[in-house]
């Protein structure tokens, strides 16, 4: 191995252990910390046991090293769901996948045979496309500035030089390629853990990533309280227009109940207001802490069928249809969505609230 190769290398696992240690250290603060910290060790493990010097003849010692790096493309996909999915929960599904594909991977490097690597290569990169499509779906969605940021930069390009270096080896038997295809191997590990350590790291460090509890309170209530000392004249005219919007848009979601309105947007709420995309993502997320445009929505919408579930006069009008006329596009999201926020199926708090109707009546 060259020294120019192992600097690159070695310097991208210096980085990467230092990244790896700092989201270790906000892991309660940062949701997606451990998987980012994971993520981390694992692109460190794969920058050491893919330098040429161990292309021929790899030490034995080295295996849990190799291990850990095997099953990093399930750690990335997990990462991005962490990261970019608000909903995102922890499985046993999750871990028996990793063990999946480290059982495929060893299988074939103690058997030597080239199918059971292709399929390693091949679910490796399923897991690099699954991570790519929690990047882009839901980025139309996402009111976090910076994590949007992140999207469109950080992550995909990860994802792809995952699926370039998986490619290559599917293409290149290990040990049959030059010593240039090595060299820029470490250099490209080594910029993107350049861009990796400040682009996450600086971000997590603003808070961006951590997730911010939304509770039902009024919207005005959301505004930040004056300070003692008073707020300097950009910061009371920045407050003042907040306040602004943030009544304009109050009038829109509860008298106009703009959330019915079919296939409504950002873009399209953003127009009614008269503001820029990007100013109603910072005005809904900085201001009332929602990190996910439908978060938003279905908390009109929930409220709406709420009080309509709890209206005699609406008993015999079907769940289906309260749901539809409050915005939800379908049952099955908008059932899921009712039962994270009651704890109960939409029927059950039905049939509990007309019954408390009906015993205040008889009482």
Not at 321 to 329: E, H
């Amino acid at each position: 191995m060259s020294l120019i190769e192992a600097a690159l290398r070695g310097g991208a696992v210096v980085l990467l252990v230092l990244v790896a240690v700092l989201l270790l250290r906000d892991a309660r603060r940062v949701p997606a910390g451990a998987f980012g910290a994971l993520f981390a060790l694992g692109a460190a493990c794969y920058a050491i046991v893919s330098a040429s010097v161990f292309a021929v003849d790899f030490p034995f010692w080295l295996s849990p090293v190799r291990i850990v790096a095997m099953g990093n493309p399930v750690v990335f996909c997990l990462f991005a769901a962490a990261l970019f999915d608000d909903d995102f929960k922890t499985s046993w599904l999750h871990a028996l996948a990793w063990l999946s594909l480290v059982a495929v991977g060893i299988l074939g490097l103690s058997t030597g045979v080239p199918l059971l690597r292709w399929i390693c290569s091949g679910l490796g990169l399923l897991c690099n496309a699954i991570g790519v499509w929690y990047v882009l779906a839901g980025r139309t969605l996402d009111l976090v500035e910076e994590r949007r940021r992140l999207r469109a930069v950080l992550v995909v390009l990860v994802a792809l030089y995952s699926a370039v270096i998986i490619a290559s080896e599917i293409a290149w038997p290990r040990g049959s390629v030059g010593p240039m295809l090595y060299l820029a191997n470490g250099a490209g590990l080594l910029a993107l853990t350049s861009v990796f350590a400040v682009f996450l790291l600086s971000i997590s460090r603003d808070g961006a990533l951590i997730s911010l509890p939304v509770s039902g309170a009024s919207l005005l209530a959301a505004l930040p309280r004056r300070p003692a000392t008073g707020p300097v004249p950009s910061e009371r005219i920045e407050r003042d227009e907040d306040a602004r919007l943030l009544t304009a848009l109050r009038q829109l979601m509860e008298h106009d109940k703009a959330y019915r309105e079919e296939g409504l947007s950002i873009g399209s709420l953003a127009a009614k207001l008269g503001i820029a995309e990007h100013g109603l993502r910072r005005l809904i997320n900085r201001r009332l802490g929602y990190r996910n445009f439908n978060a938003f929505l279905n908390f009109y919408r929930l409220d709406d069928v709420r009080t309509a579930l709890a209206d005699p006069a609406q008993e015999a009008v079907p769940i289906l249809t309260i749901a539809l006329d409050a915005g939800f596009q379908s049952l099955g999201p908008f059932n899921r969505a009712f039962k994270t926020q009651t704890g109960m199926t939409p029927s059950e708090f039905r049939r509990q609230q007309l019954g408390r109707s009906d015993r205040i009546a008889a009482e």
